[in-house]
């Protein structure tokens, strides 16, 4: 959690606004709002069950796979092909 008062008071105000909920990896109880919960339409509340923060280290740890390697070559590849694609046409 933030040392910063203020984002206490915010987190403070947005469990009483929004109510509270728990991060199923994580563990802590966040405000169930869009600004600690990513959408997802699937979720009876609409949030996605593991808050931003989770899911942004997830998404970073998932990087460093062979996995995650595999899409980074291939991202690469295609952007190169459009490049390519777009000199050629003009
Ligand atoms: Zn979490």
Same mark, same amino acid.
Do not use: A, D, L
């Given at each position: 959690m933030s040392d910063d008062p203020y984002e206490y008071d915010d987190m403070f105000i947005d469990l009483m606004l929004f109510g509270g909920k728990v991060c199923s990896h994580c563990g802590r109880t966040l405000p169930a709002n869009t600004e600690r919960f990513n959408r997802d339409h699937t979720e009876p509340d609409g949030l &996605?069950? &593991?808050?931003r923060q989770c899911r942004a280290a997830s998404a970073r740890q998932r990087y460093y796979t062979p996995a995650g390697e595999v899409r980074r070559a291939r991202r690469r590849a295609l952007r190169i092909a459009r490049r390519e694609a777009k000199e050629n046409a003009t």
């Open positions: &996605t069950v &593991t808050c």
